[in-house]
């Protein structure tokens, strides 16, 4: 049998057990008490946005996300075809159809397909971009950033600006992650498009058990 390789492992050498203890005994836990809030700035200060708030988990913050964005049922977001099952639920949960939009060779979404789309295949007209074949609006899309690669944000987010599509970036997989170089030079994943969402599951880069 070959050995197994996880797909990540927690890292839990420091006072996770101290804070764990102190929730307890103080009974903060659930959604409130100091750790939350101070969590919230933390990772607020880290990434440098404006403000964060914690949720369930990063599927919750996605479909919180649809929320923010105006999404309705009679609405329609483009999706990677490379992705968890959680980037495309809260689509639904919403009542909304996903399109699928095929990725490149960094595993996330392809800015040239997603333009060829948005022109050849939808009408631009009153500040909305309609599906020509369905006649829904296109509200939003979803770039997934896909085992720490960013996708390409400078050429996604020209494309979303010229069609008034609004930007998810599901950065569960890539905080930490940030532009060398480019019109985006220092910016983490999930600061650039119009709302990010970060996880904390068992499996992703820093854990907090789940959130």
């Not at 919180?64 to 490379?82: F, G």
């Not at 919403?94 to 996330?108: K, N, V």
């Not at 899309?141 to 069609?163: L, Q």
Request: proline share 3%; aromatic share 10%; hydrophobic share 35%.
């Amino acid at each position: 049998m070959s050995k197994f390789i996880p797909l990540s492992v927690p890292n839990l050498k420091g006072r996770e057990l101290e804070y764990v203890t102190n929730a307890v005994e103080t009974e903060w836990v659930s959604t409130g008490g100091p750790y939350v809030n101070d969590f919230e700035n933390k990772i607020t200060e880290y990434v440098g946005c404006k403000g964060a708030v914690s949720c369930q988990n990063g599927t919750s913050g996605l479909h919180t996300a649809m929320m923010v964005c105006d999404v309705s049922k009679e609405d329609e977001v483009i999706v990677p075809t490379l992705t968890f099952i959680a980037a495309v639920n809260p689509v639904k949960y919403i009542g909304a159809e996903p399109i699928f939009m095929d990725c490149d060779d960094s595993l996330t979404m392809d800015p040239e397909k997603l333009l060829e789309f948005c022109q050849k295949e939808c009408s631009f007209y009153n500040g909305k971009l309609i599906n020509n074949k369905t006649k829904k609006q296109i509200k939003a899309m979803v770039i997934v950033h896909v085992f720490g690669n960013m996708a390409d944000m400078e050429k996604i987010m020209d494309v979303a600006n010229k069609f008034n599509v609004k930007v998810v970036e599901d950065a569960t997989e890539a905080i930490g992650t940030y532009y060398t170089s480019g019109k985006y030079e220092g910016k983490y994943a999930g600061t650039i498009g119009d709302i990010g969402v970060y996880s904390f599951n068992g499996n992703k880069i820093i854990t907090t058990g789940g959130g």
